[in-house]
């Protein structure tokens, strides 16, 4: 039995405890070997912090501003489909829980709860004077009609933002999944394929009714041909901002950038999809300079310290987003549990930003970062 819970890493082993095997496999998952998946967060001990002293941290601001939007701190909720199996209250639960924190909280295509559901329910907390930013994270389907209409719908129902995910041709390798042939509980569906988007009255069924992971009729829509053309098309057909998701060089970075995006995530999607590429943290400066400080940064992957948000920010990132730490959470505790994890996660990153000297989101830059001595060539 646990005394307190101090980190997020406490959260986690408790989780561990609490979900069964079908559901804590496919969360905690990464691809293969899982080297990438490990070497999130490993990579993070590269860096190290330098700290500045004798500076007045009595006071410290941790917002940030993306999009015209402010946040009360650049700690993200990700994408992660199906969280209902954490919890009953799954998206719901993750979703109030950005809203009360003051930051942006992204829903999954793949959630089991609708993004109508998803916006209904912080409408209480907005009316209490909470702000609630969402974005949507699209897969795209075959059928560009389908698409457009998942887009419509998240337009209409307030999201702000499309985040396109990019790093998923297909699903990748994940073992355990395999092994244990995954299955999402009969009980939960996939809450964005019911309703037919082109006002149909018919329903798609995406409940769990075959044995693989993901349902056929969902995996078959991801598209394998997915080209640039095809997301410029994309961000030609909606007014909200896109962010393409999966980024990790600085030529696609570069790419983006002339073909309009309005924002990328370097992630690799938690390790879940290529293993052996690089450590989101590793890759992070690349893909800044691939954008040329035209368009925000942010990057997922790994972060669970306070020290771990500093040092994405000293790399450029604009905002980092936390994926598993939110699926621990709502298993923990629902919607208690997701307030508990961010809020720890602030303090320590507070707390990150004061010890070395930092009273506001721009005063962190490379020259607060180095990477360990034990991994450069000396000259
Ligand atoms: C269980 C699970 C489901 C995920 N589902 C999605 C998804 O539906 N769409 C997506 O773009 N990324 C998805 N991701 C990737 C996350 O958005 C994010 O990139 C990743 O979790 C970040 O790494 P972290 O878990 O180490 O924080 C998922 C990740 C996990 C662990
Ligand atoms: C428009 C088709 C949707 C296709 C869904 C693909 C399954 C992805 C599963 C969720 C995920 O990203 C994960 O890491 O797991």
């Not at 979900?19 to 490990?38: M, V, W």
Request: glycine share 6%; hydrophobic share 40%; net charge negative.
């Amino acid at each position: 039995m646990m005394s307190k819970i101090a980190s997020l890493s406490d959260i986690e082993k408790l989780a561990f405890q609490k979900l069964d095997k079908n559901a804590l496999d496919y969360y905690a998952s990464g691809a293969q070997d899982e080297i990438t998946h490990y070497d999130n967060k490993k990579a993070f001990d590269r860096y190290q912090i330098r700290p500045r002293f004798l500076r007045d941290v009595s006071k410290v601001d941790m917002s940030t501003e993306i999009f015209g939007e402010k946040f009360s701190s650049p700690i993200f909720v990700a994408a992660s489909a199906m969280q209902k199996m954490a919890h009953p209250i799954g998206e719901v639960g993750s979703a109030r829980s950005a809203c009360k924190h003051g930051v942006c909280y992204s829903l999954s295509t793949v959630s089991t709860t609708s993004l109508e559901e998803v916006s209904e329910s912080v409408q209480s907390l907005v009316a209490e004077g909470h702000k609630s930013v969402r974005w949507f994270q699209l897969y795209v389907y075959k059928e560009k009609e389908k698409t457009i209409a998942l887009i419509r719908r998240a337009e209409k129902a307030g999201f702000t933002a499309i985040l396109i995910t990019v790093d998923t041709p297909f699903t990748g390798r994940r073992l355990a999944n395999i092994r244990n042939a995954f299955k999402m509980p009969t009980h939960l569906k996939l809450a964005n394929f019911e309703a037919e988007e082109d006002g149909n009255s018919e329903k798609e069924e995406c409940g769990n009714d075959d044995s693989t992971w993901p349902p056929k009729l969902v995996a078959g829509q991801l598209d394998p041909g997915l080209s640039w053309e095809d997301i410029k098309w994309i961000k030609s057909q909606t007014h909200l901002p896109v962010l393409v998701k999966g980024i990790l060089t600085h030529e696609d970075a570069k790419i983006a950038l002339d073909s309009g995006m309005d924002g990328i995530v370097v992630s690799n999607h938690g390790g879940r999809q290529l293993d052996s590429v690089s450590a989101t943290i590793d890759a992070l400066a690349e893909v800044v300079s691939g954008c040329e400080n035209k368009i925000p940064v942010l990057m997922d992957g790994g972060v669970m310290r306070g020290t771990d948000v500093f040092k994405a920010i000293a790399l450029g990132a604009k905002a980092v987003f936390v994926g598993r730490p939110v699926l621990w959470s709502l298993a923990h505790d629902g919607e208690n549990g997701v307030d508990l994890m961010l809020d720890i996660l602030s303090e320590e990153f507070r707390m990150a930003m004061a010890l070395s000297g930092c009273t506001s989101i721009k005063d962190i830059n490379r020259n607060y970062i180095q990477l360990s001595p034990k991994y450069y060539t000396k000259l």
